[in-house]
């Protein structure tokens, strides 16, 4: 089992779509997990950090499920500017953050 | 404030050619991580640092790749001899006190070997 894994997509919807990514982890020591973003031909940035009650930015919502080893990002009233490709992240206790290979977003109008 | 540079920005090499990669981390942080980018294998951890030590260079690919970091505020990514198949981007990061905290990135080196 890879240690992050995510559903590449890519998703492709409308301006204003609610739309909802998925990440799976397998290492249960995992203490810190977030969302990065990542343009096309760009660095990856933070979006978000993953609390454990769930957490919300504006219009991005993250969920953890610890039982599960389980994380979600969920995006309300997609805008045209949120394409990109989304990187679900996590450390273990003692290992430096490891990046899943993204889930990528298309919005179009 | 500055973040974390790299340079050079593009590099086309040719197969055997040793490539020298450089990383600037912003200043006051601790840690420092190399990581490779490519299409097929995602971003993957290549070695990381904390107060000039390497901690962790399992993710080294083989003999040909070293990492070092002479001090706090520069670190460098050497391959030699290059490879196609090294051909991707390498970026360079750094953080602040734990591996668990926010890293910054920098905007990568686009090696190309031939």
């Known amino acids: 089992r890879k240690e992050v894994e995510q559903d590449p997509g890519p998703f492709n919807v409308p301006e204003g779509a609610t739309v909802a990514f998925n990440c799976t982890y397998s290492n249960s020591a995992s203490q810190s997990f977030f969302w990065y973003r990542q343009d096309c031909r760009k660095e990856p940035k933070l979006l978000m950090s993953?609390?454990?009650s769930g957490n919300e930015d504006g219009r991005f919502t993250a969920q953890l499920n610890r039982a599960s080893q389980y994380i979600s990002l969920l995006i309300r009233d997609s805008k045209l500017s949120d394409s990109a490709t989304y990187l679900c992240?996590?450390?273990?206790?003692?290992?430096?953050?490891?990046f899943g290979k993204g889930t990528t977003l298309s919005v179009s109008s | 404030d500055a973040g974390v540079i790299q340079s050079p920005r593009h590099e086309v090499t040719e197969m055997g050619q040793e490539v020298t990669l450089r990383c600037k981390p912003i200043?006051?942080?601790?840690?420092l991580f190399w990581y490779r980018q490519t299409m097929m294998r995602g971003l993957e951890l290549l070695i990381y640092f904390n107060n000039n030590v390497p901690i962790d260079d399992s993710g080294m690919p083989e003999d040909r790749f070293s990492a070092k970091m002479p001090n706090a505020s520069f670190s460098t990514l050497k391959i030699q001899p290059s490879e196609p198949r090294d051909s991707a981007v390498y970026f360079c990061?750094?953080?602040?006190?734990?591996?668990?905290?926010?890293?910054?990135f920098g905007e990568g080196s686009w090696l190309t070997v031939v």
């Open positions: 992240v996590v450390n273990g206790r003692i290992t430096a953050l490891i």
């Open positions: 200043s006051g942080h601790d840690y």
């Open positions: 990061a750094s953080s602040f006190l734990n591996t668990g905290n926010t890293i910054y």
């Open positions: 993953v609390y454990s």
